[in-house]
């Protein structure tokens, strides 16, 4: 079902956020969060109006990360690194969180996904995309929050 919520939210969406978005929530069960998101990495699809829901759960998923199977994280962190480049309303917070709360490896798990869309990108997105991360590292750095 997980990797079929796009499907759900457009048929009956109060009741997908009410019956399977929770399931993707490890504080309400941690096991069942990561058979959701195992199946979610498994051929779900994402847009802004899915994140809207699943993205809080996303941020409560990628501190046990290493919990998961490694291909389940792989597809994780594929999706943090395509919400990155292109997202319009989640990029920013993704950053955020990984900026003053992401770890050593995540931050090696992420690169090695950021550098895989970076390389279907044509030169005028990277230098866009370098950009804008460079920015956003120095801003964080000269308001002294943790990088």
Known sequence: MASRLHIFLTIDE?????????????T???EMAKKAWNGFAYGGKW????????FPKLLL???????????????????????LFYSTEFSEPLRN??????????????????SKVLEQLDAAAIEQ????????????SLNSQIV
């Open 14 to 26: 109060e009741w997908s956020k009410q019956y399977l978005i929770c399931l993707f929530d490890p």
């Open 28 to 30: 309400v069960d941690k």
């Open 47 to 54: 847009n802004e109006r899915i994140l809207e829901s699943l």
């Open 61 to 83: 998923i990628i501190p046990i990360d290493n919990e998961l199977n490694t291909q389940t994280q792989q597809s994780i962190y594929q999706l943090c690194a395509s919400l």
């Open 97 to 114: 969180y990984f900026f003053t709360t992401g770890n050593e490896d995540q931050f090696k798990l992420l690169t090695n996904e950021l």
């Open 129 to 140: 995309a370098w950009g804008e991360w460079l920015y956003n590292y120095l801003r964080y």
